[in-house]
């Protein structure tokens, strides 16, 4: 049912009018009956169509939850609202849906004049609390980044894979070049390359050649 509420608010004395409206008993149809209806009528087209197929399929959970567990669902304690959300929360459900549950609860109980268990401080706690061990869970699943050591054989294989990559010729000779140096200098990212968080890269002229009657080469000197 949508709304409870007494037959007896209503006047159904012949001659006497309500807001105007002249109210008469007719034995053979209830106009109390059909005023709750339309009564009904109302509630339900307040809301959209999706929401109040959700609220029904939510609180029909809880029924069979209170029906289970021998719990009065309407009007529900606290206490009854806190347990059905470690229910929830133990089924693996996240805060946000067990908050549309609580939603659907909340509607219910308000529509026939019920105080709202949901608004009461211990649920809020409870929810609360959800909300941060889902969260300290998906921290603990985390794994730390593990970076391994660049080898000769990797480097190899990145220089083999940049003509796959579809740049022009020039693009690929600098980053094999840039790979040499980053491997071969132990360079980080930020030494050579310049980023937004450093101006310290390497330069033109902190490289020098060098030849020698044993080996030639580059010298890099670091500021």
């Given at each position: 049912?949508?709304?409870?509420?007494?037959?007896?608010?209503?006047?159904?004395s012949?001659?006497?009018?309500?807001?105007?409206?002249?109210?008469?008993?007719?034995?053979?149809?209830?106009?109390?009956?059909?005023?709750?209806?339309?009564?009904?009528?109302l509630?339900?087209?307040?809301?959209?169509?999706?929401?109040?197929?959700?609220?029904?399929?939510?609180?029909?959970?809880?029924?069979?939850?209170?029906?289970?567990?021998?719990?009065?669902?309407?009007?529900?304690?606290?206490?009854?609202?806190?347990?059905?959300?470690?229910?929830?929360?133990?089924?693996?459900?996240?805060?946000?849906?067990?908050?549309?549950?609580?939603?659907?609860?909340?509607?219910?109980?308000?529509?026939?004049?019920?105080?709202?268990?949901?608004?009461?401080?211990?649920?809020?706690?409870?929810?609360?609390?959800?909300?941060?061990?889902?969260?300290?869970?998906?921290?603990?699943?985390?794994?730390?980044?593990?970076?391994?050591?660049?080898t000769?054989?990797?480097?190899?294989?990145?220089?083999?894979?940049?003509?796959?990559?579809?740049?022009?010729?020039?693009?690929?000779?600098?980053?094999?070049?840039?790979?040499?140096?980053?491997?071969?200098?132990?360079?980080?990212?930020?030494?050579?390359?310049?980023?937004?968080?450093?101006?310290?890269?390497?330069?033109?002229?902190?490289?020098?050649?060098?030849?020698?009657?044993?080996?030639?080469?580059?010298?890099?000197?670091?500021?």
């Amino acid at each position: 049912m949508w709304l409870y509420f007494s037959a007896e608010s209503l006047s159904a004395s012949t001659g006497k009018k309500l807001h105007g409206i002249s109210v008469t008993t007719n034995p053979g149809l209830s106009q109390t009956s059909e005023l709750q209806d339309h009564v009904k009528h109302l509630l339900a087209t307040s809301l959209k169509e999706s929401t109040r197929s959700s609220y029904k399929s939510q609180w029909n959970t809880f029924l069979r939850f209170c029906e289970e567990l021998s719990f009065t669902p309407l009007p529900a304690s606290s206490e009854t609202i806190s347990m059905f959300i470690a229910f929830l929360h133990k089924e693996n459900f996240q805060t946000s849906t067990i908050r549309t549950y609580l939603s659907a609860i909340g509607f219910y109980h308000k529509i026939n004049s019920y105080e709202n268990p949901v608004a009461s401080y211990p649920v809020s706690k409870c929810l609360q609390g959800t909300s941060k061990d889902q969260a300290l869970k998906r921290k603990n699943l985390k794994k730390p980044i593990v970076r391994l050591p660049i080898t000769k054989r990797i480097l190899h294989k990145l220089i083999h894979v940049l003509p796959l990559l579809k740049f022009d010729n020039y693009s690929n000779r600098m980053l094999k070049a840039l790979f040499l140096l980053f491997y071969y200098a132990s360079l980080r990212a930020g030494e050579a390359v310049k980023t937004n968080s450093t101006d310290n890269i390497l330069r033109l002229e902190n490289v020098e050649r060098f030849s020698s009657r044993s080996k030639q080469g580059y010298l890099i000197r670091f500021m």
